[in-house]
């Protein structure tokens, strides 16, 4: 899964965070991707622990979409 911002030409770089649905408990498959520059920055620090706090994964969100309709 990518997140962040990545440019064009940039190198993309795994990271090792350990992110969980926040409904199930089920854990990320993969890891997370994102661009090598950005992966430094605080902005990036923020936006993963965001991404932590709302993480749904495939399953939940698909049922979250169908209680809505
Ligand atoms: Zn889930």
Same mark, same amino acid.
């Given at each position: 899964?990518?997140?962040?911002?990545?440019?064009?030409? $940039?190198?993309? =770089?795994? +990271?090792?965070?350990?992110?969980?649905?926040?409904? !199930? @408990?089920?854990?990320?498959?993969?890891?997370?991707?994102?661009?090598?520059?950005?992966?430094?920055?605080? $902005?990036?620090? =923020?936006? +993963?622990?965001?991404?932590?706090?709302?993480?749904? !994964? @495939?399953?939940?969100?698909?049922?979250?979409?169908?209680?809505?309709?």
């Amino acid at each position: 899964m990518r997140i962040g911002k990545i440019s064009d030409n $940039e190198k993309m =770089i795994k +990271i090792q965070a350990e992110i969980y649905c926040t409904n !199930c @408990g089920k854990q990320v498959p993969g890891g997370l991707r994102t661009g090598e520059k950005y992966a430094q920055t605080k $902005e990036f620090e =923020i936006e +993963i622990s965001e991404f932590k706090k709302k993480y749904l !994964c @495939g399953i939940c969100r698909d049922k979250k979409r169908l209680k809505k309709d």
